[in-house]
């Protein structure tokens, strides 16, 4: 099975600061990768599919860029909203496999 | 909007099998991948599997032998059925609807809407 790796696990970051969170698959995927937010207590709500595209309703400060093996998901400026664990997800074939969560924490 | 729902008993007992449903509702089930996905406490999101148009199962290999998914088109809810649970089975259980996106020669498949979960603990 392909194997999804984030990195760092946490962070500790302020309001307005740009973060980036990578993710890495054991083997290429191309551009079949997904972003997820997950806050205490909710379910996952996506960020970004297919890599790089912004699912809609989502604000524009995340992006997300990367194809075969490496990615990244960046906040421009975070806000206090975006204290929260994110997810990458592997979305070729399956079985649909997740990264283990980056959790980005008030400084 | 599609809206999901969970719904089974919160507790289950070693060895015996958990049953979970989710219903859908504002869409059909029809022609969409419908997966359940589940949350060990303070851990991360692990894939079950998923039914497709009430009849094509995938599931992961890791839990292949114990699980069985299913979909009711004439009901709109999928179902989970994870036999023989152990302590390591306790989790919050989604259930979540693949959406896709078609885009140079690609389909490109997410989890666009999830339930809210329903925690299952496994304890005797």
């Known amino acids: 099975d392909i194997q999804m790796t984030q990195s760092p696990s946490s962070l500790s970051a302020s309001v307005g600061d740009r973060v980036t969170i990578t993710c890495r698959a054991s083997?290429?995927?191309?551009?079949?990768l997904n972003w997820y937010q997950q806050k205490p207590g909710k379910a996952p709500k996506l960020l970004i599919y297919?890599?790089?595209s912004l699912q809609s309703g989502v604000p524009s400060r995340f992006s997300g860029s990367g194809s075969g093996t490496d990615f990244t998901l960046t906040i421009s400026s975070l806000q206090p909203e975006d204290f929260a664990t994110y997810y990458c997800?592997?979305?070729?074939?399956?079985?649909?496999?997740f990264g283990q969560g980056t959790k980005v924490e008030i400084k | 909007q599609v809206q999901l729902q969970e719904s089974g008993p919160g507790l289950v007992k070693p060895s015996e099998t958990l049953s979970l449903t989710c219903t859908v509702s504002?869409?059909?089930?029809?022609?969409?991948?419908w997966s359940w996905i589940r949350q060990s406490p303070g851990k991360g999101l692990e894939w079950i599997g998923y039914?497709?148009?009430?009849?094509?199962?995938n599931y992961n290999p890791s839990l292949k032998s114990r699980v069985t998914i299913s979909g009711d088109t004439s009901k709109n809810q999928f179902s989970l059925k994870l036999s023989s649970v152990t302590a390591a089975d306790t989790a919050v259980y989604y259930c979540a609807r693949e959406g896709f996106y078609s885009g140079s020669g690609r389909n490109y498949y997410y989890f666009d809407n999830w339930g809210q979960g329903t925690l299952v603990t496994v304890s005797s």
């Open positions: 039914t497709y148009d009430s009849g094509s199962t």
């Open positions: 083997q290429s995927i191309s551009t079949y």
């Open positions: 997800q592997r979305s070729y074939s399956t079985p649909k496999t």
């Open positions: 297919a890599a790089s």
């Open positions: 504002g869409g059909s089930i029809s022609n969409y991948y």
